[in-house]
C-alpha cells in the first residue's frame, strides 16, 4: 500500500493518520519521522496541527496539492509586494562570503552581522508580518528592478548550500538557525500556531512559501545582543524605536 512506502510520502501532502492515542487525525504532513523505506503499519509523520502519528491514507498526493498551491501562488505573485506580501530570492546568499566580499559590499546588513546576514534579514521580514497582521514571504522569487516584474528564480541556489539535505534541510535551517535563533521562544514553542511552510513548484522551480499569522503579543528580535522590534509598513519592513515603538505596541495590544 502506498502508506508504507517512505518514497511516496511528502511535506505538503493531506493524509490520515492513526494516533497513539488510537485515533484518525486528517491533515497535512509538516515532518516525516519514519527514515526506513518500509514500514507495514504506515510511515511515522507529524501534521501541522501537531498530531503525530503512522499514515493510513493519502488524501490529497503531491501533484494535487501543488496545483491547488501553484493557482494561490501566482494569484499573490500577480498582485506583487505589498503590505501582506514579500519576495525574496534567496534565504542563504551571505552565507559563504569571505572577508573581502563582506568588507567590498554595498550591503549594510552584510557588513554588520557578516556571513548570517541574509538570515537576519529573512528574521526582520518574519517578525515584521507577526508584528503587523500575518501575511506571505516567498522565497525563490526575485524582483526584476527595470521593469518592475517578478521572476521565479526558485530555490535552487540555497538548496546547494545544505548539501544533501534538501527541503527538509533548508526548512530546518529557517526553523532552528533564523526562528530559534533570533526570536524569543513563544514563538519557537508555539511554531505552528504562528507560522508554516509549503513548497510550491512552479514551472520546474520549487519555491518556499512561508505563511505567517499575526501575533497577539509584541514579538522583539534579539540580535547581537540587540532588541529589534519590526513592522510592515506599505511594502517595506520598517524599525521601530523609542516612543514610536511605545505608541504602537499599546495602540495594537494594550498591556500585552
Not at 115 to 120: E, M
Request: charged residues 35%.
Amino acid at each position: 500500500m502506498d502508506n508504507q512506502y517512505l518514497k511516496n510520502i511528502k511535506t505538503g501532502m493531506k493524509v490520515v493518520i492513526l494516533t497513539s492515542q488510537n485515533k484518525n487525525s486528517t491533515g497535512f504532513v509538516e515532518e516525516i519521522a519514519t527514515r526506513n523505506p518500509f514500514n507495514e503499519e504506515g510511515i511515522m509523520v507529524r501534521l501541522k496541527s501537531g498530531d503525530v502519528g503512522r499514515v493510513k491514507k493519502i488524501i490529497l498526493s503531491e501533484p494535487e496539492q501543488n496545483e491547488k498551491a501553484m493557482i494561490e501562488i501566482k494569484k499573490i505573485l500577480e498582485k506583487g509586494e505589498n503590505f501582506y506580501t514579500e519576495f525574496k530570492a534567496e534565504a542563504l546568499w551571505s552565507t559563504t562570503y569571505n572577508p573581502v566580499q563582506m568588507k567590498e559590499s554595498k550591503s549594510l546588513e552584510l557588513r554588520e552581522y557578516g556571513q548570517k546576514a541574509s538570515k537576519v534579514i529573512i528574521a526582520k521580514s518574519i517578525a515584521a508580518f507577526l508584528n503587523s497582521e500575518g501575511g506571505n514571504l516567498i522565497i525563490g522569487v526575485k524582483e526584476k528592478k527595470d521593469e518592475g516584474k517578478f521572476e521565479i528564480v526558485g530555490i535552487a541556489e540555497d538548496l546547494k548550500k545544505v548539501r544533501d539535505s534538501g527541503i527538509d534541510g533548508f526548512k530546518r535551517i529557517i526553523i532552528d538557525e533564523i526562528i530559534r535563533t533570533f526570536f524569543p521562544p513563544k514563538i519557537f514553542n508555539h511554531l505552528n500556531d504562528y507560522i508554516s511552510f509549503e513548497f510550491v513548484i512552479i514551472d520546474g522551480k520549487t519555491i518556499c512559501w512561508i505563511k505567517i499569522k499575526k501575533s497577539d503579543s509584541r514579538v522583539f528580535l534579539k540580535i547581537n545582543d540587540k532588541e529589534i522590534f519590526m513592522i510592515r509598513v506599505d511594502s517595506e519592513n520598517r524599525t521601530l524605536e523609542g516612543e514610536k515603538l511605545v505608541d504602537y505596541c499599546v495602540r495594537k495590544w494594550g498591556g500585552r
